[in-house]
T-cell receptor
Framework: AQSVTQLGSHVSVSEGALVLLRCNYS??????LFWYVQYPNQGLQLLLKYTSAATLVKGINGFEAEFKKSETSFHLTKPSAHMSDAAEYFCAVRDTGGFKTIFGAGTRLFVKA | DVKVTQSSRYLVKRTGEKVFLECVQDMDHENMFWYRQDPGLGLRLIYF???????EKGDIPEGYSVSREKKERFSLILESASTNQTSMYLC?????????????FGPGTRLTVT
């Protein structure tokens, strides 16, 4: 079965610092990978997705992620954190066997002034 | 823009009550999903539906049922609510057309069972 592992349930950075949220997946075939963001008291919204067109994927709000097949990783980065980036971030992989999406446990990002 | 709406943002029910959570999407998506979200556990799939009147169990279907009588509407039913069903419930929809696959989420319903 497919799985997604997010390293670190909480990450804290200073405003202006690099944001790095880690995600590793298990998949025997080229996957569809996603990052979602959830702001307080809201549903999830898509940040970016990888669909094999390019290994470096740019998303909304200055975030990007790089697909590395050799490392089975899809880490999310942003060069300079902003206070408004404080949220929970979920990495996800489309299940190759059907319609489902497998979500990681989430990483809560804190941004310090 | 895709819009997924859920009938309530906050709900308080008593143990043993029958609870209905409604979800409506306006983008003609084939697939609809119900998740529950608990701290430290991420999103867990309860049920999903890939067509009208079709349903499939997810990872944690016990204590829940679903109904999809129309393409745009997917209902989650707690037959007899229990305190361990206190949680955030998220509805989502997606399409198999093209290579989209991303899910669009509603704002969530925070259910408290007392």
């Amino acid at each position: 079965a497919q799985s997604v592992t997010q390293l670190g349930s909480h990450v804290s950075v200073s405003e202006g610092a690099l944001v790095l949220l880690r995600c590793n997946y298990s998949s025997s075939v080229p996957p569809y990978l996603f990052w979602y963001v959830q702001y307080p008291n809201q549903g999830l919204q898509l940040l970016l997705k990888y669909t094999s067109a390019a290994t470096l994927v740019k998303g909304i709000n200055g975030f990007e992620a790089e697909f590395k097949k050799s490392e089975t990783s899809f880490h999310l980065t942003k060069p300079s954190a902003h206070m408004s980036d404080a949220a929970e971030y979920f990495c996800a992989v489309r299940d190759t066997g059907g319609f489902k999406t497998i979500f990681g446990a989430g990483t809560r990002l804190f941004v310090k002034a | 823009d895709v819009k997924v709406t859920q009938s309530s943002r906050y709900l308080v029910k008593r143990t043993g009550e029958k609870v209905f959570l409604e979800c409506v999407q306006d983008m003609d998506h084939e697939n609809m999903f119900w998740y529950r979200q608990d701290p430290g556990l991420g999103l867990r799939l309860i049920y999903f539906s890939y067509d009208v009147k079709m349903k499939e169990k997810g990872d944690i279907p016990e204590g829940y049922s679903v109904s999809r009588e129309k393409k745009e509407r997917f209902s989650l039913i707690l037959e007899s609510a229990s305190t361990n069903q206190t949680s955030m419930y998220l509805c989502a929809s997606s399409s198999e057309r093209g290579t989209l696959y991303e899910q669009y989420f509603g704002p969530g319903t925070r259910l408290t069972v007392t």
